[in-house]
Structure formats: C-alpha cells, structure tokens
C-alpha cells in the first residue's frame, strides 16, 4: 500500500472509530433506574480501578483532563459510595483513591451496558468481518496505550 493511501486508511479509520464510540455510548442503555453516567465518571471509575490509590492529581494526568474537572467527578463518585478517599497519615494535603465493591459492580454493569448494542450490531455480521474485527484488536489496544502515553 502506498503512504497516500495508507494515510487515507488512517484518517478513514479514526473518523470510523470516533463515530463508534460516540454511538455506543449514545445507546447503552440506562441501567436499573441510575440512568446515564457522565463520561468523565466513567472513565474516572476505571481509571481507579486500573490506579488504586492514585492521587487526583494522577488521576487527571492519567486521563488528559483538568484537576478541577476530576475532583468534581471524584466528588459524584465519592457521593455514589463507588470510591472512597484515604488521607495519607504523614500528610493530610495527599489523599489516594480507591474503588469500592460498589464501585466494581458499577464498572461491571457499565461494561455489560456498553457491549450489549456492540454486540448485536456484531451478530448481523459474516464470520470474515468478525474475524477481522478479532485480529485488530490487539493493533487497536496498541494504538489506545501509545495515545494514552503521550498525554
């Protein structure tokens, strides 16, 4: 494949992705009368998960967003009993985050939510484009990690 034509994969690839997302996130359903989850406390909660005992600091770093912007999501998320706040004891100023089982069972519920329309959108597909879908996987991860390292 020449580069012009490699960069017109990429570039119809990122727009592919980026409407993908917007859409899953459009029709997951709400889940058992919580109703929607800002994005910005899902990908806190995860974030968490991924980080026990991160600061808000990291945190934000971790994601690309602004400490303000954490910190009010850290504090829907603290109201919900999903995470909750240690202060350290040589240092009242640092405090790390950790997820509850609340918390887990959230992120678990979230990601059944998600992948449910993801899910039946695959099920009208042939094996070859499933297959397909399967061997990118790995090039996708490695594309979210290397954007998630350059922030």
Same mark, same amino acid.
């Given at each position: 494949?020449?580069? =012009? /034509? $490699? =960069? ?9 992705? $980026? /409407? ?10 709400? $889940? ?25 600091? /990291? ?46 069972? /959230? ?45």
């Amino acid at each position: 494949m020449a580069d =012009d /034509e $490699r =960069d017109a994969v990429r570039q119809d690839l990122a727009v592919t992705l $980026r /409407e993908l997302a917007w859409t899953i996130h459009r029709k997951a359903p709400d $889940r058992a009368g919580v109703g929607p989850i800002p994005t910005t406390e899902i990908a806190l909660l995860k974030q968490i998960i991924d980080h026990p005992g991160a600061t808000v600091g /990291e945190l934000a770093q971790g994601l690309g967003l602004r400490q303000p912007n954490v910190s009010a999501a850290l504090r829907a998320l603290l109201g919900r009993g999903l995470v909750e706040r240690h202060q350290s004891p040589s240092d009242r100023r640092i405090a790390s985050i950790f997820v509850t089982d609340a918390g887990v069972a /959230e992120h678990q519920e979230i990601s059944t939510a998600w992948a449910t329309p993801v899910h039946a959108a695959m099920a009208d597909l042939d094996a070859a484009d499933v297959d397909a879908l399967a061997a990118a996987a790995g090039a996708l991860d490695a594309v979210l990690r290397r954007l998630r390292a350059a922030d």
